[in-house]
């Protein structure tokens, strides 16, 4: 890479620690919202806080190509699967991947758990991530040759065995088109699991799955944004993730785990999708 991997991560970090401090220091303003409705609420923030995000990384990178959020996806085709990858693009592309708050209702609402989140994909495939969770001042960050971190002390996944014995984390789709019941993957994880738990923070979820804290997640409403980062950072601590289904607007279907419940939990999902 011509571009060295420490000096994208040190942009990461300087651009996540930036916006997630703008919205930290504008938390009386959380209810100012551009958009909402029944499921999720669109803030002034969120825009705010992605372009401080990438006026950073513009600053040091002018001529890299950034996809956030609060941009229009909405014509955006589903590539063909390619394992190892999370969007397919051209080889030597470099795109920075900004969700500036993850969370945004935890947020809105005054709840502590949210993060912004900047992964940098080379090839479609992460190269450097940072997930930065301003109220607990916690800064995870990965690149594809050094491990994991959490505030600069290395991270692992749980070595949990068995899908009984194991905290899965994972949401609720509300967005799909009603081919799937919205509960259907809720309820086949709590029927397999130990415990399921829904934080509604995609990028802090896999998070603590690097950390050991869970031992899976899985999610089929989220977006590219969600997991750029959090993908990477949870293969450097030794654990999987797999892209099971990518549909249009950079929408995914995505499982992480510490790996050995990793095809026990793929499987439960399969069924519950029909797709066993």
């Known amino acids: ?5 420490d000096k994208l991560l040190s942009c990461a970090t300087a651009a996540a620690r930036k916006a997630g401090d703008h919205a930290l220091a504008n938390l009386d303003r959380r209810r100012d919202a551009d958009a909402i409705t029944h499921h999720d609420v669109k803030l002034k923030l ?4 992605q372009a401080i995000a990438e006026s950073v990384v513009r600053e040091i990178f002018p001529d890299h190509t950034i996809l956030g ?3 229009d996806h909405s014509s955006v085709a589903p590539p063909a699967n390619e394992d190892g990858v ?3 693009m051209e080889a030597d592309e470099i795109l920075w991947v900004i969700d500036p708050i993850d969370g945004t209702v935890n947020f809105s609402h005054g709840m502590p758990r949210w993060c912004c989140s900047i992964g940098i994909l080379k090839g479609g495939r992460p190269v450097a991530g940072v997930v930065y969770a301003p109220a607990s001042g916690e800064l995870y960050a990965a690149t594809c040759d050094s491990a994991a971190t959490c505030n600069g ?3 692992h996944v749980s070595d949990t065995t068995a899908l009984e014995q194991s905290i899965v984390m994972t949401g609720v789709d509300r967005h799909k088109d009603g081919s799937v019941p919205p509960l259907s993957v809720f309820n086949a994880i709590a029927n397999t699991a130990q415990r399921p738990r829904i934080m509604g923070v995609a990028a802090l979820d896999m ?4 950390a050991g804290q869970a031992d899976g997640y899985m ?18 601590a030794g654990g999987q993730v797999e892209i099971l289904k990518r549909e249009p607007g950079f929408r995914l279907q995505c499982q992480a785990t510490n790996g050995p419940i990793h095809e026990e939990l793929k499987g439960v999902v399969m069924g519950a999708l029909g797709r066993a």
């Open 86 to 88: 999370l969007w397919p």
């Open 1 to 5: 890479m011509s571009t060295p991997i």
């Open 69 to 71: 959020e609060e941009d």
């Open 207 to 210: 998070c603590s799955v690097a």
């Open 46 to 49: 969120d825009v705010e806080c």
């Open 219 to 236: 999610e089929t409403g989220i977006f590219l944004w969600d997991v750029a980062a959090a993908a990477l950072i949870v293969q450097q």
């Open 153 to 155: 002390k290395a991270i």
